[in-house]
């Protein structure tokens, strides 16, 4: 993996520079929905954009395989929110579990089931995840939408990017005309250290760090250690 900063960092740093203007002249703070998987994976992306956004948290997850599985990472997302920020924990929006939605939209790939990860069926999962966290923004009137999954190095940041620019431009076709479309906040959370730091603050408050990405795939196909990678 390159250590340069990817676009897509450089794209959010020009972002997050013209929020901070904006802030330091006198607006509010703009309210951003971060899709979020789970409480590793949050924890240093919510350190880096707390400063700038008025964040609520989206849990809509249903690639993760077994719905146990997919209750453990919600409860610890939900414990470590206030352990971290006191009374700046962002509330959590939790979509219903229905994981036909993932195996409606990963069905349509060749070869799904056996795919490595940053594959086209990832492409799938991150489309269906982002698609909806876009929706839940233009609907609650959100300013700004994004997903913390950029932060693992098992994720292509360049397919992360490319759907959730997609899904506002979608936005800007289904709803033309209307007042306001949240614009996609581009990321690649893993850059300027910000993975290590995820490690070093699950570390801290002793975090579950599961040890595959969260579908059933890749929990038959995993080789990864919780010890020495984060997931999803
Ligand atoms: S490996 Fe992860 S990102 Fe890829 S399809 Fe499975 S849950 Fe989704």
């Known amino acids: 993996m390159s250590k340069a900063l990817s676009v897509y960092y450089k794209a959010f740093e020009t972002q997050i520079a013209e929020i901070d203007k904006a802030v330091q002249s006198g607006s ?33 997850n249903p690639n993760i395989f077994p719905e146990t599985e997919y209750l453990r990472r919600k409860d610890e997302l939900c414990k470590f929110l206030p352990a ?19 195996y409606e939209a990963v069905k349509t790939v060749d070869g799904f089931e056996t795919m490595p990860e940053k594959d086209e069926r990832c492409r799938m999962c991150y489309r269906l995840r982002l698609a909806r966290c876009a929706k839940e923004a233009f609907d609650r009137q959100f300013d700004y939408f994004t997903t913390t999954l950029s932060i693992s190095p098992h994720k292509d940041a360049q397919k992360i990017n490319e759907e959730g620019k997609a899904a506002e ?7 033309a005309g209307a007042q306001k479309i949240p614009q996609y906040l581009y990321a690649d959370f893993k850059k300027k250290n910000g993975f290590k730091r995820s490690l070093e603050l699950s570390a801290e408050y002793g975090l579950y760090r599961q040890d595959y990405c969260g579908c059933v795939y890749s929990s038959r196909n995993s080789t990864r250690g919780a010890d020495s990678e984060t997931t999803v």
């Open 84 to 102: 971290f920020l006191g009374e700046k924990a962002p509330r959590v929006i939790e979509l219903a579990y229905k994981p036909q939605d993932f």
């Open 169 to 175: 431009l979608d936005l800007e076709k289904t709803h």
């Open 28 to 60: 509010a703070k703009p309210r951003l929905l971060l899709h979020a998987c789970c409480g590793p994976c949050s924890s240093a992306v919510l350190e880096l954009l707390v400063k700038y956004f008025d964040i609520t948290i989206l849990y809509y």
